[in-house]
């Protein structure tokens, strides 16, 4: 089971929390303005690799078709790269399931301390997440059995709050389709789109790794995202309320991983049919939660994403990553003292089935906190924007 480990979602989270505004009735589509003109003293673009950030200016410059970013410094400096088109976002997603949440417990419909049964979240966990559940149980102090990295006791109950912190910090694939089901999809979409996230496309961790495990009751992984989305939330939702199925689910990925290569590259087209959006959508509807103009349930969902303490100059910082076979993703915000909001985002595919997931989302990390921070980075980005 340890060689699973390769397949799946980078943990991330970071710090904490300012006042509320209301909503805007209407919201526009997310957006972000032209670039301004490239310098004229560009020197050649850093050699190419996902794993370092001056890397990410290497591929931006040399495979353009495969990376979109955006970089606003929240003082007036933006700079972007396809930023509307659509790629698949892994767990950078789960911003929109936080958000969300936030509104959710805001209107009263969800409690933070309504308490969970470990049986009930785990009943949308398939093995295949790189280990993020297990880490988020023993991080808890939550006794599991060794041999299926379940809970020893499934009757345990623990905060909604606190399985939703999993999502964020762990990456925990369970507990985000625990939540899309508890909320309704209706609810996702209307999330998004108060952030300008519109026609989102509604996705279910859990369902696409089944249409991996059990391709042939999915349709093909060049069928577009409207004939997948729909099956892959109904294998999701047989899978948790169906023991046998689950089981049989489980025994059919294990017997998948035992070729890991032929595994790992399977898994890389898969992932390019996964759920997509755009790195404008995604900086939008970040920057509304954190801002506080996503309306009421703002202050609840950027609690869950500023998890750190401030930095000594007093800035405040949130992330959210997320990787497949090939992919990685990674959103960041700077809140600042002086009122000030950066954002950054940056989404790579083709990235290669065995490279090092957990390096790449260190240096994309690196990558955007110099973007956003420091002008000389950003007109490096804009040279080979």
Request: hydrophobic letters at 45%; charged letters at 20%.
């Amino acid at each position: 089971m340890g060689a699973l480990a390769v397949a799946l979602l980078l943990p991330t989270a970071c710090s904490s929390s300012p006042e509320v505004g209301g909503a805007p009735a209407e919201v526009p589509a997310a957006s972000v303005p032209a670039n301004p003109p490239r310098p004229a003293d560009c020197g050649p673009a850093p050699a190419a690799s996902p794993t370092s950030p001056d890397g990410w200016l290497g591929l931006l410059a040399t495979t353009p078709d495969d990376v979109a970013t955006v970089v606003d410094d929240g003082r007036g400096s933006v700079v972007s790269h396809a930023a509307e088109r659509p790629m698949p976002l892994a767990s950078a997603v789960k911003i929109v399931h936080v958000a969300a949440y936030g509104r959710a417990v805001a209107d009263g419909r969800l409690s933070p301390d309504e308490p969970i049964r470990l049986a009930d979240w785990e009943a949308w966990y398939l093995p295949s997440d790189g280990g993020a559940h297990v880490q988020a149980l023993d991080t808890l102090g939550i006794p599991r059995d060794p041999a299926t990295g379940l809970a020893a006791d499934p009757q345990r109950t623990v905060p909604l709050s606190t399985m939703v912190a999993a999502m964020v910090q762990f990456s925990d694939n369970a507990a985000t389709d625990y939540l899309r089901e508890r909320l309704g999809d209706d609810a996702l979409v209307e999330a998004a789109a108060a952030g300008g996230w519109q026609d989102l496309d509604v996705p279910s961790e859990l369902g696409s790794q089944l249409a991996l495990v059990r391709p042939q009751e999915a349709p093909p992984v060049t069928a577009p995202r409207a004939e997948r989305a729909p099956v892959e939330i109904a294998l999701a939702r047989r899978y948790a309320s169906d023991p046998a199925f689950r089981e049989d689910s489980q025994r059919r990925l294990i017997a998948q991983a035992t070729d890991i290569e032929a595994y790992l590259l399977e898994s890389e087209r898969w992932a390019e049919s996964t759920a997509v959006g755009s790195a404008a959508q995604l900086a939008g509807l970040w920057r509304a939660v954190i801002s506080g103009s996503f309306g009421p349930g703002a202050d609840v969902a950027r609690a869950q994403l500023e998890v750190g303490r401030p930095r000594p100059d007093g800035q405040v910082r949130a992330a959210k990553g997320g990787s497949f076979p090939g992919i990685g993703t990674m959103v960041l915000s700077v809140r600042r003292p002086d009122g000030s909001l950066g954002i950054g985002v940056v989404l790579g595919r083709g990235l290669g089935a065995t490279t090092d997931l957990a390096e790449v989302g260190t240096a994309q990390l690196r990558f955007l906190a110099r973007a956003v921070e420091e002008p000389a980075e950003r007109t490096r980005v804009l040279c080979v924007a």
